[in-house]
Protein backbone atom coordinates (compact mmCIF):
# COMPACT_ATOMS: atom_id res chain seq x y z
CA UNK A 1 0.00 0.00 0.00
CA UNK A 2 1.22 3.29 -0.57
CA UNK A 3 0.93 6.94 0.66
CA UNK A 4 -1.13 9.32 -1.69
CA UNK A 5 -2.60 12.67 -1.36
CA UNK A 6 -5.70 14.21 -3.55
CA UNK A 7 -6.68 17.67 -3.08
CA UNK A 8 -10.71 18.34 -3.86
CA UNK A 9 -11.77 21.70 -3.88
CA UNK A 10 -16.04 22.74 -5.01
CA UNK A 11 -17.31 26.74 -5.12
CA UNK A 12 -20.68 26.03 -7.19
CA UNK A 13 -24.10 25.00 -5.33
CA UNK A 14 -23.98 22.16 -2.29
CA UNK A 15 -20.02 22.31 -1.93
CA UNK A 16 -19.93 20.79 1.43
CA UNK A 17 -21.90 18.07 -0.10
CA UNK A 18 -20.33 17.39 -3.20
CA UNK A 19 -16.51 17.18 -1.19
CA UNK A 20 -18.60 14.92 0.93
CA UNK A 21 -19.58 12.44 -1.68
CA UNK A 22 -16.31 12.96 -3.26
CA UNK A 23 -14.51 11.65 0.36
CA UNK A 24 -17.41 8.66 0.70
CA UNK A 25 -16.25 7.24 -2.14
CA UNK A 26 -13.09 6.86 -1.81
CA UNK A 27 -12.65 3.39 -0.09
CA UNK A 28 -8.75 3.88 0.41
CA UNK A 29 -9.14 7.49 1.98
CA UNK A 30 -7.84 7.09 5.69
CA UNK A 31 -8.03 11.06 6.65
CA UNK A 32 -9.02 14.09 5.62
CA UNK A 33 -7.88 17.65 6.45
CA UNK A 34 -9.72 20.26 8.11
CA UNK A 35 -12.13 22.11 5.69
CA UNK A 36 -10.70 25.81 4.27
CA UNK A 37 -12.40 28.74 2.51
CA UNK A 38 -10.70 30.26 -0.09
CA UNK A 39 -10.42 32.68 -2.72
CA UNK A 40 -10.34 31.29 -6.49
CA UNK A 41 -6.89 31.31 -7.97
CA UNK A 42 -6.82 32.82 -12.06
CA UNK A 43 -9.52 32.53 -13.64
CA UNK A 44 -12.93 34.58 -14.37
CA UNK A 45 -14.56 36.07 -11.50
CA UNK A 46 -16.69 33.57 -9.20
CA UNK A 47 -16.79 32.32 -5.61
CA UNK A 48 -15.23 30.88 -2.80
CA UNK A 49 -13.95 27.33 -2.37
CA UNK A 50 -14.16 25.08 0.04
CA UNK A 51 -10.76 22.98 0.05
CA UNK A 52 -9.63 19.90 1.35
CA UNK A 53 -7.04 17.10 1.34
CA UNK A 54 -7.71 13.66 1.31
CA UNK A 55 -5.07 10.92 2.25
CA UNK A 56 -5.43 7.85 0.34
CA UNK A 57 -3.59 4.76 1.70
CA UNK A 58 -3.99 2.89 -1.77
CA UNK A 59 -2.67 0.21 -3.94
CA UNK A 60 -3.63 3.02 -7.08
CA UNK A 61 -0.68 3.94 -9.31
CA UNK A 62 -1.20 7.67 -10.51
CA UNK A 63 -2.90 7.26 -13.68
CA UNK A 64 -5.07 5.00 -11.73
CA UNK A 65 -5.58 8.09 -9.51
CA UNK A 66 -6.36 10.14 -11.90
CA UNK A 67 -8.74 8.09 -13.45
CA UNK A 68 -10.78 8.12 -9.77
CA UNK A 69 -10.46 12.05 -9.93
CA UNK A 70 -12.70 12.09 -13.22
CA UNK A 71 -14.80 9.57 -11.80
CA UNK A 72 -15.59 11.70 -8.92
CA UNK A 73 -15.64 14.99 -10.77
CA UNK A 74 -18.26 13.39 -13.61
CA UNK A 75 -20.02 11.87 -10.74
CA UNK A 76 -20.75 15.39 -9.33
CA UNK A 77 -21.51 16.55 -12.67
CA UNK A 78 -18.44 18.85 -13.34
CA UNK A 79 -18.48 21.05 -16.28
CA UNK A 80 -15.19 22.42 -18.23
CA UNK A 81 -16.49 25.61 -20.05
CA UNK A 82 -13.88 27.92 -19.01
CA UNK A 83 -10.45 27.41 -17.65
CA UNK A 84 -9.78 27.77 -13.94
CA UNK A 85 -13.96 28.68 -13.78
CA UNK A 86 -16.29 27.71 -11.13
CA UNK A 87 -16.53 24.00 -10.56
CA UNK A 88 -18.67 21.98 -8.98
CA UNK A 89 -16.27 19.67 -7.78
CA UNK A 90 -11.98 20.11 -8.58
CA UNK A 91 -9.82 16.83 -7.79
CA UNK A 92 -6.24 16.64 -8.77
CA UNK A 93 -3.59 13.87 -7.54
CA UNK A 94 -1.06 16.02 -5.65
CA UNK A 95 1.49 13.58 -4.39
CA UNK A 96 1.80 9.78 -4.70
CA UNK A 97 4.54 8.20 -2.36
CA UNK A 98 7.56 7.03 -4.40
CA UNK A 99 5.56 8.02 -7.90
CA UNK A 100 6.83 10.85 -10.40
CA UNK A 101 5.12 10.89 -13.48
CA UNK A 102 5.33 14.29 -16.03
CA UNK A 103 3.02 13.08 -19.03
CA UNK A 104 0.79 15.82 -20.80
CA UNK A 105 -2.37 15.10 -18.72
CA UNK A 106 -1.06 14.10 -15.41
CA UNK A 107 1.90 15.66 -13.51
CA UNK A 108 2.98 14.16 -10.36
CA UNK A 109 3.57 15.61 -7.52
CA UNK A 110 1.42 17.92 -8.34
CA UNK A 111 3.28 20.97 -10.15
CA UNK A 112 2.08 24.08 -8.89
CA UNK A 113 0.72 22.57 -5.56
CA UNK A 114 3.82 24.41 -3.57
CA UNK A 115 2.39 28.09 -4.99
CA UNK A 116 -1.14 27.23 -3.36
CA UNK A 117 -1.93 27.81 0.45
CA UNK A 118 -5.14 25.75 -0.54
CA UNK A 119 -3.48 22.75 -1.17
CA UNK A 120 -0.34 23.33 1.30
CA UNK A 121 -1.99 24.28 4.55
CA UNK A 122 -4.46 21.30 4.64
CA UNK A 123 -2.00 19.20 3.44
CA UNK A 124 0.40 20.01 6.27
CA UNK A 125 -2.19 18.74 8.70
CA UNK A 126 -1.96 15.48 7.43
CA UNK A 127 1.84 14.68 5.90
CA UNK A 128 4.33 17.31 7.50
CA UNK A 129 6.84 16.11 5.95
CA UNK A 130 5.38 17.40 2.63
CA UNK A 131 4.99 20.71 3.54
CA UNK A 132 8.24 21.58 5.73
CA UNK A 133 9.84 24.57 4.81
CA UNK A 134 7.00 25.83 3.13
CA UNK A 135 5.39 29.14 3.20
CA UNK A 136 2.93 31.00 0.78
CA UNK A 137 4.88 32.75 -1.68
CA UNK A 138 1.03 34.70 -2.37
CA UNK A 139 0.06 35.20 1.17
CA UNK A 140 -2.78 33.31 -0.14
CA UNK A 141 -6.28 34.02 2.15
CA UNK A 142 -7.16 30.06 3.60
CA UNK A 143 -9.76 30.35 6.39
CA UNK A 144 -10.18 26.90 8.54
CA UNK A 145 -13.49 26.75 8.91
CA UNK A 146 -13.07 23.07 11.15
CA UNK A 147 -12.94 19.92 11.30
CA UNK A 148 -13.54 17.44 8.50
CA UNK A 149 -15.66 15.36 11.61
CA UNK A 150 -17.07 18.20 13.33
CA UNK A 151 -18.32 20.00 10.20
CA UNK A 152 -19.62 16.39 8.18
CA UNK A 153 -21.15 13.95 10.58
CA UNK A 154 -21.85 10.57 8.94
CA UNK A 155 -24.30 9.75 7.18
CA UNK A 156 -25.98 7.43 9.91
CA UNK A 157 -26.63 10.51 12.20
CA UNK A 158 -29.69 12.19 12.21
CA UNK A 159 -31.50 9.47 10.45
CA UNK A 160 -34.24 7.42 12.35
Known sequence: MTRAFLGLGSNLGDRMGYLKDAVAAMDDCVAVSGIYET???????????????????????????????QMLEAAAERVRDVRWGPRT??????????????????????????????VMVPLGELAPDLAEGWSDPANGDCRRLGDWDELVPPASEGIS
Not at 40 to 67: H, K
Not at 93 to 107: H, M, S
Request: hydrophobic share 40%; proline share 8%; net charge negative.
Open 39 to 69: DPVGGPDQGRYLNVVAELDTSRSARDLLELC
Open 89 to 118: LDVDVLWVDGETVDEPDLVVPHPRMFERAF
